[in-house]
């Protein structure tokens, strides 16, 4: 019902890349910031194409998970494999951190990041913005990071504020540009922390319509959002934690016409009458 029209190309991708292991794997991942446990055991998988949504009122490990997912923070216990291949640790508990800083940096670039406040740099052009990891990161061609940075804020709709600065976008024209950025690394997957949280509504429209035309053409994400229309739009899986566990997860069609959770019914309640 969802996705059945939008997402026919990619079904038509997942279908050849089934038996390829997936994007971003996490098993039984464990979060503490000292005394207090965030994460108490999460598994999520998204395979090439996928797109999940994580839901969840605030405190409930979103947006850590995602950060952890990305190595932004530190777990303490668990996996985190990127297209097959685990993150090499050392040392336990909330000493535990990566072993291989390359590794770290060839995961990182290959999972791009989009937060809540854009995080633009403000003394940078949005061209500028848009082609600085690709160029110092990655150490890629100038002119031909340029073309791709052109390509992808024609493809956000924001081509011509190329040479403008932050300052004078709007917030949904920030947003889009954080989403460029993203794009210009030639990520494996896109990893959205509450894209349209700090927008008002007209602005968040803007910031909506191009994270669906980007599950349109099959871009593997992982989303955390407030947004249960975002997530029933876009979503092939949905994810629901509460207090740093998995509370339920299926189909948009299940989790949001079907729950089974009490939690997940009065969150659904909650967020319907906000």
């Given at each position: 019902?969802?996705?059945?029209?939008?997402?026919?190309?990619?079904?038509?991708?997942?279908?050849?890349?089934?038996?390829?292991?997936?994007?971003?794997?996490?098993?039984?991942?464990?979060?503490?910031?000292?005394?207090l446990e965030v994460l108490k055991g999460v598994d999520i998988?998204?395979?090439?194409?996928?797109?999940?949504?994580?839901?969840?009122?605030?405190?409930?490990?979103?947006?850590?998970?995602?950060?952890?997912?990305?190595?932004?923070?530190?777990?303490?216990?668990?996996?985190?494999?990127?297209?097959?291949?685990?993150?090499?640790?050392?040392?336990?508990?909330?000493?535990?951190?990566?072993?291989?800083?390359?590794?770290?940096?060839?995961?990182?670039?290959?999972?791009?990041?989009?937060?809540?406040?854009?995080?633009?740099?403000?003394?940078?052009?949005?061209?500028?913005?848009?082609?600085?990891?690709?160029?110092?990161?990655?150490?890629?061609?100038?002119?031909e990071v340029e073309a791709t940075a052109r390509k992808h804020?024609?493809?956000?709709?924001?081509?011509?504020?190329?040479?403008?600065?932050?300052?004078?976008?709007?917030?949904g024209q920030q947003q889009r540009a954080a989403i460029a950025?993203?794009?210009?690394?030639?990520?494996?997957?896109?990893?959205?922390?509450?894209?349209?949280?700090?927008?008002?509504?007209?602005?968040?429209?803007?910031?909506?319509?191009?994270?669906?035309?980007?599950?349109?053409?099959?871009?593997?994400?992982?989303?955390?959002?407030?947004?249960?229309?975002?997530?029933?739009?876009?979503?092939?899986?949905?994810?629901?934690?509460?207090?740093?566990?998995?509370?339920?997860?299926?189909?948009?069609?299940?989790?949001?016409?079907?729950?089974?959770?009490?939690?997940?019914?009065?969150?659904?309640?909650?967020?319907?009458?906000?």
């Amino acid at each position: 019902m969802f996705r059945s029209m939008l997402r026919g190309k990619t079904i038509l991708l997942r279908s050849a890349v089934n038996e390829q292991s997936p994007v971003i794997e996490i098993r039984n991942l464990h979060k503490a910031y000292g005394q207090l446990e965030v994460l108490k055991g999460v598994d999520i998988t998204a395979h090439a194409g996928d797109v999940v949504s994580l839901i969840g009122s605030s405190g409930s490990g979103k947006s850590t998970l995602l950060r952890c997912c990305n190595l932004l923070e530190d777990s303490q216990q668990g996996d985190i494999l990127f297209k097959g291949e685990p993150v090499s640790w050392k040392g336990k508990a909330l000493s535990r951190q990566p072993a291989d800083a390359k590794q770290v940096l060839r995961i990182r670039t290959n999972l791009s990041m989009v937060f809540q406040q854009f995080n633009l740099w403000a003394h940078m052009t949005i061209l500028q913005n848009v082609m600085e990891a690709p160029v110092t990161v990655l150490g890629r061609d100038r002119d031909e990071v340029e073309a791709t940075a052109r390509k992808h804020l024609e493809k956000v709709g924001i081509v011509d504020k190329c040479d403008a600065y932050p300052a004078q976008l709007s917030g949904g024209q920030q947003q889009r540009a954080a989403i460029a950025r993203g794009l210009c690394m030639e990520p494996e997957a896109l990893l959205f922390d509450e894209p349209t949280s700090a927008l008002d509504p007209e602005l968040e429209q803007e910031v909506i319509k191009v994270i669906k035309d980007l599950a349109a053409e099959g871009r593997t994400m992982l989303i955390v959002t407030h947004d249960m229309k975002l997530a029933a739009d876009v979503s092939d899986h949905v994810v629901f934690l509460h207090q740093g566990l998995i509370e339920e997860e299926g189909s948009p069609a299940d989790l949001f016409g079907a729950p089974k959770s009490e939690r997940l019914q009065g969150f659904l309640r909650s967020t319907t009458h906000a």
